[in-house]
């Protein structure tokens, strides 16, 4: 059974960086696209930023372009999200997922538990 395992929220201040990891176990993470989707108190989940079972294709929300970077290591089973810049309004619960398609269009057959990032201002 795959289990996602994320690590790497906390309490940061505007402007900061933050890297949020996933560790996939039960793979191979090559077979799953992977990705990041965040919610915020009262909204909807939504797709932060995902990359291809091969790490050669990556999509990105147009609010996060250019200040997050996804990447992967199929060897390690990890995927990582660098965010940079941060903002106040990217305070929100962030879930690590994957898919045997596409995290951006569905389904997502695996989540993470989730963990909280709070961006104080």
């Known amino acids: 059974q795959v289990q996602l395992v994320e690590s790497g929220g906390g309490l940061v201040q505007a402007g900061d960086s933050l890297t949020l990891s996933c560790k996939m176990s039960g793979g191979p993470a090559a077979n799953y696209a992977m990705g990041w989707l965040r919610q915020a108190p009262g909204q909807e989940r939504v797709v932060v930023a995902s990359?291809?079972?091969?790490?050669?294709?990556?999509y990105y929300a147009d609010s996060v372009k250019g200040r997050f970077t996804i990447s992967r290591d199929n060897a390690a089973n990890t995927m990582w999200m660098q965010m940079t810049s941060v903002r106040p309004e990217e305070t929100a619960d962030y879930y690590c997922?994957?898919?045997?398609?596409?995290?951006?269009?569905?389904?997502?057959?695996?989540w993470g538990q989730g963990l909280q990032v709070t961006v104080s201002s």
């Open positions: 990359i291809n079972g091969r790490g050669d294709r990556t």
């Open positions: 997922a994957a898919s045997g398609g596409s995290v951006v269009r569905g389904p997502i057959q695996f």
